[in-house]
């Protein structure tokens, strides 16, 4: 009987999927509501769930729930500890949830809302949850180890050195297009400059607050730090409204960039309890929460959808980015379907809380399910916005035109119908000076955002309040992530440096903190004022290569798994790696190919560099000339240096499955936990 | 007079067997209904504590009771600041997503 309604159960959820994906995959022509999205999503991350990482976790993996885990074995109350499933399972979640879900999804809208929906939800399920499942099993069955290490042990030292090289590229990166993004949704905006301003002297104060009135209390600090980011809110509405205070606060995209390098290097340098730490914490809080209400606000309203399915720039010509739906959706929405960075999670605090090997599969694949689920809704909040408006929003001046006339007759031109009153109205509503050329995903996300928001809960006076609210939700989030990465890269930095000077490798040593802050925040600072300076706007030429980088990483992570699965004799099950790895492999090696060579300046780099050198002549563009030129050097060494992983991978499968080479696992030895003795 | 006794004792034995046949049903339902309630109040009562449980560990709170324990301490500004600094040499290493 219960087997009768488990299978009508699962039946009922196939064919709901099968309707939602139709409708989803076939309607053209008249807009779709958002619930079609939300049902499509739910029902694939539950048959995905039920069925594939069943598999996967009984024929593959076989978790084993009477094996110790790290965090048994090794407990040490510091970094090892055994913890409750539905605990580690929030902090997996708040680890791997960044502005990646919520800003590639909605760059990747110039396509229609098809080719991204569908790559999120199949990427997830296939390739996504699948990398953060394994390589966290993989990681708990050794000692909580690193990807770098563990690639370093079963790859050999080639593997070892390309995953340091591509997560110090990565970060330098991440870090530039981050920066971007909250300079262009801060750029000529004295309210959002304002509320992110005033961000600093609340991390302060908590800090303080935490270390000298109430140590420790984080939560209650963190609730108050909202209400006063709340009232920053409020109060940036009076300094755009006061002539004095609104030209302070109305800053260039230079200006910007120069103070945020300079927060950074602050930041990297202060002491972690004084700026990054409560920043961290308050950011979280508001993450967390605007999710949570994000989500309630899709359901509550089920908005429309207005963009089309598919948009005529499938054919490469997208104003957004330059580039076919194949490779650059794929590399462009990472984070919601699979993104090589959560590898490091999984490989990081994670597995040094799971309890039992079993959980890891709740864990790993489920949170990961949950942050796809966030692009699903960065899709929607993308997709109730005209696609005049979006593309009003998301294109830079270059290619639409310096004037609000030139950009909506080029839009309009399109066929998306967009007028100059209306985006002037808009941009009223909002309390914005202009809504054109926000480049970087972040205005045109908190539009939508404001836009569910405030038809869900106060009306269109509270429009204005809910979009500052998004921007600083965005930016608050994006400041931490250049805190804590340009302290990582340091930290890393210093580890490499420690084996040249012990004294530059020492941590606490001042002129080394200042030294390797300096040179990290140099670097991710350079690729910043590229973007700035770029004709073509910077996410053009950043977002790619970050996608890039990021799934080059996943491709090495998917190397270790499947290297591992091979060594576990599983190698009829290896497709469940291989495929992914044989995807991501032939979407960034073509995207790379295209972003280095390829004719279209706007998409290859050497074609606009010999574009720029073959125009007139002016202040920038020989360095123009040179940026676009290190860009497609980057690129080359990421793909390089990936291609060696993959032919020292291949070399060690061939070996293992010729048989001369012994597949040896370097697995912690088995130790029977003591949670199952307690329990009989 | 045997007829008229059996017809008297149906008499007064069909209500009652009816009475205590509805009040064992409401006895039974409303046991049940309470159990329910019961269950409905714990799971809600569980689920709070695990949401509380991970705020606490996703806000470092938990870990601050755990060091206080571990180094036997009460807390103050002093502690607060020794629990800082090992958190730096541990978490701040650890990788943020995009």
């Known amino acids: 009987m219960k087997r009768t309604l488990s299978l009508l159960l699962w039946g009922i959820i196939v064919l709901l999927t099968a309707a939602a994906v139709a409708v989803i995959a076939v309607r053209r022509g008249e807009p779709i509501n958002a619930l079609w999205l939300v049902a499509a999503a739910t029902c694939c991350y539950a048959l995905g769930y039920r069925f594939y990482s069943g598999f996967i976790a009984a024929k593959i993996l076989a978790l084993d729930p009477l094996r110790a885990t790290p965090a048994e074995r090794l407990e040490n109350g510091r970094d090892f500890l055994v913890t409750n499933k539905w605990v580690v399972f929030g902090h997996h979640f708040a680890a791997i949830a960044g502005p990646g879900p919520l800003v590639g999804p909605v760059l990747a809208m110039q396509y229609g809302y098809l080719p991204g929906t569908l790559w999120i939800l199949g990427g997830a399920v296939f390739a996504g949850c699948v990398q953060d499942f394994v390589i966290l099993l993989f990681s708990v069955r050794r000692d909580g180890k690193s990807l770098t290490e563990m690639a370093k042990q079963e790859i050999g030292r080639v593997g070892g050195f390309v995953a340091y090289g591509a997560v110090i590229a990565i970060i330098v990166i991440l870090l530039a297009v981050v920066a971007l993004i909250v300079v262009n949704a801060l750029r000529d905006s004295p309210w959002a400059s304002f509320t992110i301003a005033m961000t ?82 308050l950011s979280t809080f508001v993450k967390l929460g605007t999710i949570a209400l994000l989500a309630v606000g899709i359901v509550a309203l089920h908005p429309t959808l207005h963009m089309p399915a598919l948009t005529r720039f499938s054919d490469g010509t997208g104003p957004v980015f330059a580039g076919k739906i194949f490779p650059f959706a794929f590399i462009t929405i990472a984070c919601g379907a699979i993104s090589g960075f959560h590898s490091l999670i999984s490989s990081g605090t994670t597995p040094k809380l799971i309890a039992r090997e079993t959980e890891t599969r709740m864990v790993g694949y489920g949170a990961m399910m949950c942050e796809s689920a966030v692009a699903v809704m960065a899709i929607i909040a993308a997709c109730v916005l005209q696609p005049g408006v979006y593309f009003s929003i998301n294109s830079p001046a270059g290619i639409i035109g310096q004037t609000a006339a030139a950009a909506t007759t080029t839009i309009s031109g399109w066929g998306f119908p967009v007028t100059a009153s209306q985006m002037q109205a808009l941009a009223h509503a909002v309390g914005e000076q202009t809504l054109f ?11 939508g955002m404001a836009h569910i928001f405030s038809q869900t809960l106060g009306g269109e006076r509270v429009m204005a309040l809910w979009y500052h609210f998004a921007v600083m939700f965005e930016a608050l989030f994006i400041l931490s992530i250049l805190d804590a990465g340009t302290r990582v890269a340091r930290f890393m930095l210093q580890d490499a440096l420690g084996h040249i000077s012990k004294p530059l490798g020492r941590t606490s040593w001042y002129p080394s903190i200042l030294f390797t802050s300096a040179v990290i925040v140099a670097a991710w600072g350079y690729f910043l004022w590229q973007g700035i300076k770029d004709p073509l706007g910077g996410i053009n030429s950043l977002w790619p290569l970050f996608g890039i980088a990021n799934q080059l990483l996943a491709a090495v992570a998917l190397c270790v798994a499947t290297t591992i699965i091979i060594k576990l004799h599983r190698t009829r099950y290896a497709a469940v790696t291989l495929v992914p790895l044989v995807w991501l492999v032939a979407v960034t090696f073509t995207a790379s190919w295209d972003k280095i060579f390829d004719a279209n300046p706007r998409i290859g780099f050497l074609s606009q560099a010999r574009t720029l050198a073959a125009g007139p002549a002016t202040a920038t563009t020989a360095h123009l000339i040179f940026n676009n030129r290190l860009d497609a050097a980057i690129t080359g060494i990421l793909v390089a240096m990936v291609t060696l992983v993959l032919i020292e991978s291949l070399r060690q499968w061939l070996g293992i499955l010729t048989g001369r080479e012994a597949a040896t696992l370097k697995e912690a030895p088995f130790v029977m936990t003591r949670m199952a003795e307690e329990q009989a | ?20 046949r509805s009040e064992r049903a409401c006895g039974v339902e409303r046991a049940r209904v309470s159990r329910d309630y019961a269950n409905i109040r714990a799971a809600i009562t569980q689920a709070t504590k695990v949401m509380l449980a991970t705020l606490r560990e996703i806000f470092d709170e938990s870990a601050y009771a755990r060091f206080l324990e571990r180094a036997k301490l009460q807390s103050s500004c002093d502690a607060y600041a020794a629990f800082c600094r090992e958190r730096e040499a541990v978490k701040n290493r ?3 997503c995009c």
């Open chain 2, 94 to 96: 650890c990788h943020r």
């Open chain 1, 437 to 447: 050329n926000r480049t970087g995903g972040a205005p045109a996300f908190a539009v």
């Open chain 1, 200 to 281: 600093i002297p609340i991390a302060l104060l908590m800090g303080l607050y935490l270390r000298r009135i109430r140590p420790g209390k984080v939560m209650e600090v963190s609730v108050l730090g909202f209400i006063l980011v709340l009232a920053a809110i409020w109060g940036g509405q009076w300094v755009s409204l006061t002539p004095t205070l609104a030209h302070i606060f109305t800053l260039q995209g230079t200006t910007l960039s120069l103070l945020i390098i300079l927060y950074g290097f602050a930041a990297s340098a202060l002491p972690v309890w004084l700026l990054l730490a409560p920043r961290d914490y």
């Open chain 2, 1 to 20: 007079m045997t007829r008229l006794k059996e017809f008297l004792r149906s008499l007064s034995s069909r209500p009652e067997g009816a009475l205590e």
